[in-house]
């Protein structure tokens, strides 16, 4: 099958910084559409950022200007550079891909477990 596991949670004051990595392996074909959710305390998940396979990018607009969304496609990994942290980015971050894979080969929608991001005022 094909796992994700995020990585670089934490405790943070308001306006500091945190990178989230997202690494995927198994087996793996290919990987589509790459994202970032969140989900805050009493909150639906919802879309942070997203990546396609070429490297076009969209955000949230809550996070514009603040957070950046990268890829690198040999280490099936994905990155979250999160600057200027506000209290409500607070919550668990949730990395997710559309990938080709498994076996037999198909395709899949894959979560990771989820990091805890905590930003106190």
């Known amino acids: 099958q094909v796992q994700l596991v995020e990585s670089g949670g934490g405790l943070v004051q308001a306006g500091g910084s945190l990178r989230l990595s997202c690494a995927a392996s198994?087996?793996?074909?290919?990987?589509?559409?790459m994202g970032w959710y969140r989900q805050a305390p009493g909150k639906q998940r919802e879309l942070v950022a997203g990546i396609t396979s070429g490297g076009t990018t969209n955000y949230a607009d809550s996070v514009k200007g603040r957070f950046t969304i990268s890829r690198d496609n040999a280490k099936n990994t994905m990155y979250l550079q999160m600057n200027s942290l506000k209290p409500e980015d607070t919550g668990v971050y949730y990395c997710?891909?559309?990938?080709?894979?498994?076996?037999?080969?198909?395709?899949?929608?894959?979560w990771g477990q989820g990091t805890l991001v905590t930003v106190s005022s």
């Open positions: 198994g087996s793996i074909f290919s990987i589509n559409t």
């Open positions: 997710n891909a559309m990938a080709v894979g498994g076996l037999p080969v198909r395709y899949l929608e894959v």
